[in-house]
């Protein structure tokens, strides 16, 4: 099976713009979740979403938001991007077998602010 | 929420020796502790995973103990080779389907490993 594929993997947008992302997870898996990786802050959960429902939310402001397809590919946005928004954006997706779960990572998008 | 704490920091091992990673955990409720290795450009690769309901799994030269009691859980990387070289994430969650998948992360290992 081909992997977590993520769109584009680097881009480089200045203030204020707003950008999207997209991920398109493992065939069959129906979660997708979206992390934020920095040096200083490490990996952070943004958002889970599950049957085009977001079913799990981290603690980021309302400019990071999500959304999913009926196909289960993801997309995020941020909108008024601000210099801290830099990172490494990481999409995982998962399957559930046995009512558990196991995420596999993207290997994500770089995301510069100027 | 969840607080995951992760030692060390770095480590540097020799060609051939083991490597330990200790993981430290706060929510009693988790119950799914999974081992990250990222390359550098590349996104997390899951390498190894334990729930709560064993105290050990081994994969070939990898292994993870959980100690639920004191809520700490270890990856062990025997016979180590250069292409171990990466930073090492634990996490932990609840787990379960339905909502709780949430992964909170430790804030890395970068192992080095010198021929």
């Known amino acids: 099976k081909a992997g977590v594929t993520q769109t584009p993997r680097y881009l480089i947008k200045t203030r204020g713009q707003q950008v999207t992302l997209s991920c398109s997870p493992i065939s069959g898996h129906r979660s997708v979740s979206w992390y934020q990786q920095t040096p200083g802050q490490g990996l952070q959960f943004l958002f889970e979403y599950f049957s085009e429902t977001q079913r799990n939310k981290g603690n980021f402001p309302g400019r990071f938001s999500g959304r999913q397809f009926s196909n289960s590919r993801s997309e995020m946005n941020v909108s008024t991007l601000e210099l801290g928004d830099s990172a490494l954006y990481l999409c995982?997706?998962?399957?559930?077998?046995?009512?558990?779960?196991?995420?596999?990572f993207g290997p994500g998008t770089r995301l510069l602010v100027l | 929420g969840e607080n995951v704490e992760q030692h060390p920091s770095t480590l540097s091992v020799q060609e051939g020796d083991s490597a330990v990673i200790k993981c430290t955990y706060s929510?009693?409720?988790?119950?799914?502790f999974p081992w990250y290795k990222q390359e550098l450009g590349k996104g997390p690769q899951l390498i190894i995973d334990?729930?709560?309901?064993?105290g050990e799994k081994k994969d070939q030269r990898i292994a993870v103990t959980l100690n639920k009691t004191a809520k700490h859980f270890s990856l062990h990387i025997t016979e180590t080779q250069p292409e171990d070289s990466a930073v090492y994430f634990c996490a932990a969650s609840r787990g379960s389907f339905g909502g709780n998948e949430k992964l909170t992360f430790g804030t890395g290992t970068r192992l080095t490993i010198i021929p």
């Open positions: 995982a997706s998962s399957f559930q077998a046995g009512g558990q779960e196991t995420q596999y």
């Open positions: 334990i729930r709560s309901n064993v």
């Open positions: 929510d009693s409720a988790s119950n799914y």
